[in-house]
């Protein structure tokens, strides 16, 4: 049974529309090569570019001609459908890896800043595109950056941008690394020049979904501070970890020597650190009977509360350890909290023999906090008394003795010298 003209455009129409659109997706996503590829590779046969052809010579003829045979009709625009539903999952199958495969295009660029007296991080915008490989930064607003164009590239793992600022006056390289090239975070460095000398650094990279404007954050504003994730901040927060300047004036192996004592030695050049200043009391324990403890322990609270709300720019943290049992004491467990603070204040008294404050205060100067020791006459030796003379440069205060007859009379001094070294030490020069 024959169809008629009018049947035959019903059941054809939708499907000549759709139809070209899906081969324009074949051109988009390889071409007709590309399609045959898949297919063979899904073990599908039937489809190739002589079958396709085919059935597009059978849309077109339809236009001129009824069809005489409804069987042979219906089988052919079965294929159709088929056809269809396979260019439908080649299209969006090449579409996913492509999306896998590429970069995601807008970024957020973290580093750490240093032009200016107060330590900041820095936040330029950063656009990938994917197609022809090119890269645009655009940078923080200072006196001294500028904005950034080049190329990037993959080696292995690691995405690579060769960029030049406006005028090719000065270069940028920037290295990543990814696991995926949709991750939400990569980690990396850059080096470039400032002022005539080599700077290299860290970078992290944050994906985002539409452009932002570069900025400058510090704790000068802890709305905008805080917009950056809080791991971002820690882990920019230490300035020797993540910003170095090559010296351009060493000639000799004395010269350098002269720069790694002073660097060791120089508290700004170790410690910069973006978050509040956190001043850490170490106390005696365990080696005072408990109720001389508790009276001890109340009379540094109050202190505590007193400079918490006389000095809002820092942190004041004391670990009570009395309560704690032996075996929590063997796990060192307020390193951890020492190991961020800025000022370490360790109170003596005569009874702690072989005390752990001691062990902390060993760890504090390894690691160039400022400390200040307020003791109990004879209740340390003079070879630790002579440590004052390891100050660091910079810094002349440092390390701090204070002599008192008995801690609990002394609570006014301490609180005195403990505001003087607040006062002289500000959170920007930390």
């Known amino acids: ?88 999952e080649f299209s969006n199958e090449i579409h996913s890896q492509t999306v896998v495969n590429s970069f995601n295009r807008y970024w957020n660029l973290y580093f750490f800043h240093t032009l200016n007296e107060m330590p900041k991080i820095g936040k330029a915008s950063l656009e990938l ?18 904005n950034y164009a080049g190329i990037y590239s993959t080696e292995g793992k690691i995405i690579c941008l060769d960029l030049k600022s406006e005028g090719n006056a000065k270069s940028l390289y920037i290295k990543a690394h990814y696991f995926s090239k949709c991750d939400n975070i990569m980690l990396g460095a850059y080096i470039t020049t400032d002022d005539g000398k080599i700077v290299n650094g860290s970078i ?38 993540n910003y170095h300047k090559i010296l351009n004036k060493v000639f000799d192996t004395n010269d350098l020597s002269k720069h790694v004592n002073a660097y060791k030695e120089n508290w700004n050049d170790r410690f910069v650190d973006i978050s509040k ?68 204040i360790l109170l003596i008294t005569r009874h702690q023999k072989g005390s752990f404050s001691l062990v902390q205060l060993g760890w504090a100067l390894a690691h160039c906090k400022n400390i200040i020791v307020f003791y109990e006459e004879g209740s340390i030796s003079k070879t630790i008394l002579r440590l004052s003379h390891i100050n660091n440069k910079g810094n002349k205060d440092s390390i701090v003795f204070h002599s008192v007859s008995r801690i609990e009379d002394s609570w006014e001094f301490i609180t005195l010298e403990i505001e003087k070294t607040l006062n002289f030490l500000k959170p920007s020069q930390i």
């Not at 501070?225 to 300035?239: D, G, M, Q, T």
């Not at 009276?295 to 004041?316: C, T």
């Open 277 to 344: 200043p956190m001043v850490y009391f170490g106390t005696p324990s365990l080696s005072i009977d408990q109720a001389s403890y508790i009276s001890f322990q109340l009379q540094l609270k109050s202190l505590e509360v007193y400079l918490a709300n006389s000095y809002h720019n820092f942190e004041f943290k004391s670990v009570p350890a009395y309560e704690m049992k032996l075996e929590k004491l063997k796990s060192v467990p307020d390193f951890s909290v020492l190991s961020h603070a800025h000022i370490f």
């Open 204 to 241: 992290i990279f944050q994906s985002i979904l539409e452009p932002q404007e570069p900025k400058l954050v510090s704790s000068n504003n802890l709305s905008e501070l805080e917009e950056v994730p809080l791991a971002i901040r820690k882990y920019l927060s230490v300035k020797w970890r």
């Open 129 to 146: 595109h994917n197609q022809n490989k090119q890269a645009f930064i655009k940078n923080v607003p200072d006196r001294i950056s500028e």
């Open 1 to 88: 049974m024959a169809l008629t003209r009018a049947e035959i455009n019903i059941i054809t129409m939708p499907h000549r529309n759709h139809f070209n659109s899906l081969m324009a997706r074949i051109s988009e996503n390889g071409g007709m090569k590309s399609f045959e590829s898949w297919t063979k590779s899904k073990g599908i046969k039937g489809f190739g570019k002589s079958n396709i052809y085919k059935i597009n010579e059978f849309l077109n003829e339809l236009d001129d001609s009824s069809y005489d045979n409804k069987k042979v009709f219906n089988g052919k625009i079965n294929k159709l459908k088929k056809l269809e539903d396979h260019i439908e």
